[in-house]
């Protein structure tokens, strides 16, 4: 089993610099300089618009108390640029607050500009308004788009430089990043002489901003000086920087992966993370960055990369709704204090590699003063291992987890809703804005993004001796479409859906209908579930039924192609046109026949607000697919009816050998996503609105509102493991001070530590949530954890009989605490 241990031989202690005026931040070999120091600096990405400025002083400061020195953002253009010229840094697009906040806890921050992000955000952050200008070519050596990108760079630098964001003003700013990833094979090599030009060229525009900070370029290995070239990836323990003058850094450490419509839940081991960011600094490295620490939510139609979910979770140490997520946080919090106690001696010097045996290595740093800091690891997929250091005797299993679990639930709030509306979306052409073409037109040329929906609508009038119907009226649709799916209607009435998934947008639809003599509508409604972000030229890959759409009977010859026939075209629904997403105005109508699982179909009721501070989440069971809005605010696209293919999921997660994002699925055969964050601070307590539109037919009445609750939060640990085994506590090889300690904390920011419900010393039985006394137990435990813990945010108590006594001398002893918090 894989495994790694943190051993320290002199504690150092930190003398903390403040700087009341800025220093340039520089870089060497070994590590970033900041305020003149090198620094072993760990850092997790937040990115502001996936949760509102309400949450943001919560999630930083739960950073700061995991142990994060750093918070990692991309700036997302299409956010802030929705029209050419026109800039929007309000509410949740407010990054200079975000900012503002990150350097007021302390903290430092990456600013990943760009402007290409990917970031499983719409078209990769690219405003569609670029797409649209004359002779543009994206991310290559073309004038038209470096002009762009040069202008809203250029902006952003600008107005970090007014608000004095970079560290060298004082700010927290430290690192700046240009483009994103371009060097991966499946991108920047694929648009051959334009390629290397335009790194160039970005990296000089950028340096030319003159920051006083140094720019980044991740996964691009021929990034020019002074840029430095840094990895992402599950792993980046083997990578290294392109030049012996710049130090080693991480980008983009996948915490877990990210959820697709249609797809399991993706989850990653806090042991695979941990074990991948330990090896990373033994082996040089001396920044790194979780993605994500806190992923957060796709409101609106933000997502982007196709079918990419509303929930952005992405198995982070802090949850979508903002809880730290446990074990997850709190073994990487461990962690990072353990490899914070050797900073001194990691920046100081070049580790030492040495091998121990099969696998193992153990990797120390040395400097001149006697300081050093050793990690050993086993990379073994399959066996344990004992290895003899220093004259000590270690095990090297698995990690044994010393944090605290929760066990998280989501409970069915009794608020009911009230007042039910509906209003009827029209099947085809409604509004007045429509024109008619001859031909299928590709979909994101024509609706701009404006909305996800295009109706295609065609008017054909049958004789009744045509070729294809060969059987009465029967004949076959068939359309073929970009994707990214499509609902066909036949005479008003809903035919068939298809739908394509994250690895294929292409659809085609096949199915028998049924038409009439005379005039007869075909009516196609396709949708993005957000555009394209990642991949060489996929800002032109568009959507949408380009054909062929034909009339098929058995027989090939009797196929009729409607392709080039004149088509009408309709941008966006007519609800969107009307404003319908706010509640207001319209004709909704009244509840007494509240229809049900027909298509398009536009739902409004009222509710109060779940009582409480918890975290809520609209409970879209019952629905099919379409959009929900509270108080006029989106909480995202919706989408119950795509289920996860069964197979694929692990009762037990094994995470031994090197992780993918497949290898630990869960939810196999349910709705990708049920549960929909609704922020608590768009919420009043009564009168709030929510508004569906419901694409596909669904019951509303079956939706509800559940609220994350953390019922039990429990802690165990064995005194007899010492301590990096189960805590990454320093080990004090020269005085054998190993003591295991116990770490208590609260998840929700603003929470205390409100009951024991038990501590037990002893041989304590049972689990979280049942834990009872064994015949074995300190009759002190309960009041020791309790003095110590009660009313505080976190506590920190020696597992040892000098602290409880001792109730059972020579036997080996654990202690189990379950607690609240408040
Ligand atoms: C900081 O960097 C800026 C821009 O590169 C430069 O003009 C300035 O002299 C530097 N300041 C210090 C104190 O090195
Ligand atoms: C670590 O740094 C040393 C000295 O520069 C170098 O020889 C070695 O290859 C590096 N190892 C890794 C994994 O980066
Ligand atoms: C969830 O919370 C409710 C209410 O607090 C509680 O009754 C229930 O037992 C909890 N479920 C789990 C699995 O903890
Ligand atoms: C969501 O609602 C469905 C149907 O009422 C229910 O079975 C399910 O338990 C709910 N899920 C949660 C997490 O509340
Ligand atoms: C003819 O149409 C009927 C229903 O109208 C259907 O049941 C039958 O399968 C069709 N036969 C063929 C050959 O398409
Ligand atoms: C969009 O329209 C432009 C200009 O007419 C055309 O060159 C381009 O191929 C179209 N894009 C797609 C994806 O069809
Ligand atoms: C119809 O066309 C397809 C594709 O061209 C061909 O594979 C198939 O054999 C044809 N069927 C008949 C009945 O001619
Ligand atoms: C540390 O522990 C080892 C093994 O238990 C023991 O041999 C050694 O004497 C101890 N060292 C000190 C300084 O107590
Ligand atoms: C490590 O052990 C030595 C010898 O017992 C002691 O002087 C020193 O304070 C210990 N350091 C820590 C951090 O416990
Ligand atoms: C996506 C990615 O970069 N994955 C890499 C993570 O690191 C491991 C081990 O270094 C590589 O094998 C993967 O290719």
């Known amino acids: 089993m894989r495994g790694t241990i943190l051993l320290l031989c002199c504690v150092v202690f930190l003398s903390v610099v403040t700087t009341l005026y800025g220093s340039n931040v520089t870089y060497d070999h070994r590590a970033v300089i900041v305020d003149g120091k090198r620094r072993v600096l760990i850092s997790g990405s937040i990115h502001y618009p996936r949760s509102t400025p309400q949450m943001w002083p919560g999630l930083i400061q739960q950073a700061k108390d995991g142990g994060l020195d750093v918070i990692e953002t991309y700036v997302f253009w299409n956010l802030h640029e929705p029209v050419q010229g026109q800039y ?191 090896r990373f600094f033994m082996l040089n490295g001396t920044f790194q960055n979780y993605y994500m620490y806190h992923g957060g939510t796709n409101f609106g139609r933000t997502s982007g990369g196709l079918f990419i979910a509303t929930s952005y979770d992405y198995d982070a140490p802090i949850d979508e709704f903002g809880v730290a997520r446990q074990p997850k946080w709190g073994h990487l919090k461990d962690l990072h204090a353990a490899i914070k106690l050797c900073e001194e001696a990691m920046v100081a010097t070049d580790p030492t590699i040495s091998s121990l045996g099969q696998n193992v290595e153990a990797s120390v740093y040395k400097t001149d003063s006697g300081q050093c800091a050793a990690f050993l690891a086993n990379s073994d997929t399959d066996s344990d291992a004992t290895v003899i250091f220093n004259g000590n005797s270690y095990n090297l299993p698995a990690w044994s987890i010393n944090a605290i679990t929760t066990l998280p639930n989501f409970t069915t709030s009794g608020v009911t809703f009230s007042n039910w509306n509906w209003i009827n979306e029209p099947v085809g052409i409604s509004s007045k804005k429509t024109f008619g073409k001859l031909g299928l037109l590709e979909q994101i040329n024509i609706t701009g993004d404006r909305s996800d929906y295009l109706w295609y609508s065609l008017s054909i009038n049958i004789q009744g001796n045509e070729p294809f119907l060969q059987n009465g009226t029967q004949a076959v649709l ?31 639809l096949e199915i028998p209908t049924s038409l009439n003599k005379g005039k007869n509508t075909i009516d196609l409604l396709s949708f993005t579930v957000g555009l394209q972000n990642y991949g060489a030229f996929f800002d032109i890959r568009g959507a949408g039924v380009t054909g062929p759409v034909q009339l098929k009977g058995s027989i090939n010859a009797s196929i009729v192609d409607l392709s080039s026939h004149q088509w009408n075209y309709q941008i966006g629904l007519s609800g969107e046109a009307m404003g319908l997403s706010s509640g207001g105005a319209a004709h909704w109508i009244s509840e007494s026949n509240l229809p049900k699982n027909q298509p398009l179909i536009w739902y409004k009721a009222n509710f109060d607000a779940p009582g409480g501070l918890d975290p809520v989440a609209l409970n879209v069971s019952g629905l099919g697919k379409g959009e929900a809005w509270v108080n006029g605010q989106s909480i995202g696209r919706y989408w119950p009816s795509n289920i996860a293919s069964q197979n694929g999921c692990q009762d037990y997660c094994d995470y031994r050998g090197n992780f993918d994002q497949n290898r630990c699925l869960k939810d196999c055969g349910k709705p990708s996503q049920l549960l929909y964050h609704v922020p608590r601070d768009w919420l009043k307590p009564s009168g709030n609105v929510l508004v569906l539109f419901e694409e596909e037919g669904g019951d509303p009445t079956q939706i509800s509102f559940a609220t994350r609750q953390i019922d039990r939060l429990c802690s165990v640990v064995d005194e007899t493991h010492p ?78 009989i000098d602290t409880f006594s001792d109730p059972c001398p020579k036997k080996t002893k654990t202690l189990a605490v379950e607690f609240t918090c408040a």
């Open 478 to 508: 068939h359309v073929e479409s970009l994707g990214h799916a499509l609902h066909a209607f036949v005479n008003g009435l809903l035919q068939g859906s298809v739908k394509g998934n994250i690895g294929n947008a292409k659809v085609t």
């Open 723 to 800: 301590p990096p085994m189960n805590t990454f506590a320093s080990n004090n090889i020269t005085g054998n001070t190993t003591v295991p300690k116990v770490n208590l904390g609260c998840p929700n920011p603003n929470g205390v530590i409100a009951e024991i419900k038990f501590a037990g010393f002893g041989n304590p039985k049972g689990s979280c949530g049942s834990f009872s006394r064994g015949d074995c137990n300190s009759n002190q435990a309960l009041s020791i954890v309790q003095k110590a813990c009660l009313g505080k945010r976190q506590c920190s108590i020696d597992v040892s």
């Open 88 to 278: 929007d840094f309000s509410g949740r697009k407010d990054i200079f607050q975000f900012l503002k906040l990150v350097g007021e806890a302390g903290m430092y921050a990456v600013l990943r500009i760009g402007p290409y992000v990917c970031a499983e955000w719409n078209y990769g952050g690219f405003p569609l308004w670029l797409h649209f200008i004359p002779g543009i070519q994206f991310r290559t050596d073309n004038q038209p788009f470096k002009t762009e990108m040069q202008r809203f760079t250029t902006k952003i630098v600008d107005m970090m430089k007014q608000e004095k964001l970079f560290r060298s003003q004082g700010g927290p700013i430290i690192l700046s990043q240009i483009e994103n990833e371009y060097g991966n094979g499946d991108v920047g090599p694929l648009y051959g002489a334009g390629a290397k030009p335009y790194v160039d060229w970005a990296a000089g525009m950028a340096t030319s901003l003159d920051i006083g900070v140094p720019w980044i370029m991740c996964q691009q290995p021929n990034a020019p000086d002074p840029l430095i070239n840094t990895c992402n990836g599950f792993y980046c323990d083997q990578f290294t920087p392109n030049s012996n003058r710049k130090p080693k850094i991480w980008t983009e450490n996948w915490t877990g992966w990210f959820l697709a419509f249609g797809g399991a839940v993706p989850t990653r081991p806090a042991e695979d993370v941990a074990f991948a960011v330990a």
